[in-house]
């Protein structure tokens, strides 16, 4: 288990949110433009993500451009069609519906991004790429991402160190694995988000997540795609321990190896150095919102205790005195025994 996503809540806060601030503009205002969009909320990701979705669009509408008569594939057509766009961008020109859907979808993302961005990524490859990832696709919404930048920039830096340009899903996952277990920096904290929204709309981290694991983003969530060849199912995507599904081939030896593995897997037969290393991203907010209170700080002052204790036996005292029984945890629960797995193979238990 490695989040538990209210994906209701957060289409019901972003519907919210993207009232309250569209009104006072358009009280103003009968259309948005480009430069209008680029400062349009107090977020930025939000507005960056509103013009990745036009982008997104305008490239989906280039692919349609085929004909027998016609080679759009010419170097010469390809750099007047890139000119087009170049001023096509700066003449943009929204009404309010058509505008509050993409706000809508870009609070959505910016969302998943900050609390489970693997949870974003499958949203983004899911609607945009089919059933692949292409290193040129990520390169593309790069200038659009801003918070966790160093996931997605770790991401196409995988990408190049494997000498790949495309990928199933699967594996675009699995690299987000690897790279989540070997980047230092840690997530971005989450708190100051929460704030930025609630300047606007009240946010909590409660709203965020459910209290059950719900069975599916499709179920909770619909989310429009660009054609029949991208309605793959979704079930269980908030949930990495079921993203890998089926056995995929390595890029390294061609053998058929079982795709359903997280980061402690990858370590299963093997001790680890360090526990904060080996947090992926979304067990880092499953851990802080379920086992912590919600309390970063606190969280990471746990991990610093548990890090340099001499034996497992003696971190798991620390952890059952000084954590567990403050914030009342269900020793039986899969977050607690998650978080038990990683500081076991700290310590070789």
């Known amino acids: 288990m490695e989040s538990k996503l209210n994906h209701t809540s957060i289409e019901e806060f972003s519907t919210k949110y993207s009232a309250k601030v569209a009104d006072p503009f358009f009280e103003k205002h009968d259309r948005i433009n480009g430069e209008q969009i680029l400062n349009f909320c107090n977020l930025k990701q939000i507005n960056l993500f509103i013009l990745k979705n036009l982008f997104l669009e305008w490239q989906s509408e280039l692919k349609k451009l085929k004909s027998p008569y016609f080679n759009y594939e010419a170097e010469e057509v390809k750099s007047v069609m890139t000119n087009f766009m170049n001023v096509l961008s700066k003449n943009i020109s929204i009404d309010r519906a058509n505008f509050e859907e993409l706000l809508v979808n870009a609070i959505k993302d910016t969302i998943l991004l900050i609390f489970s961005p693997y949870d974003f990524y499958r949203h983004f490859v899911g609607k945009h790429n089919g059933s692949y990832v292409t290193l040129e696709g990520l390169k593309k919404i790069n200038k659009y991402i801003q918070i966790n930048k160093h996931l997605h920039e770790g991401l196409i830096e995988k990408f190049e160190k494997e000498k790949v340009r495309e990928v199933s899903i699967d594996e675009a996952l699995t690299f987000l694995d690897i790279v989540c ?84 897997d990858i370590h299963q037969n093997k001790k680890i150095e360090s526990i904060k290393k080996n947090i992926t991203i979304n067990q880092r907010f499953m851990f802080v919102n379920e086992l912590f209170g919600g309390d970063s700080d606190h969280f990471n002052q746990a991990l610093e205790a548990l890090e340099v204790c001499d034996s497992y036996d003696s971190a798991m005292k620390i952890l059952n005195e000084s954590y567990a029984k403050e914030h009342d945890w269900n020793m039986d629960s899969e977050e607690v025994c998650e978080f038990i797995d990683i500081l076991s193979k700290r310590y070789n238990a």
Do not use: C, R, W
């Open 181 to 264: 277990s070997e980047l230092n920096a840690a997530p971005e904290d989450f708190e100051n988000y929460l704030a930025q929204f609630s300047d606007v709309e009240p946010l909590t981290i409660e709203m965020i997540y459910s209290e059950e694991p719900e069975e599916s983003i499709a179920e909770s969530v619909s989310y429009e795609k660009s054609g029949d060849e991208n309605q793959e199912d979704e079930n269980g995507a908030s949930n990495v321990n079921e993203k890998f599904s089926k056995e995929i081939k390595t890029l390294h030896d061609e053998i058929k190896i079982e795709a359903k593995q997280t980061i402690a």
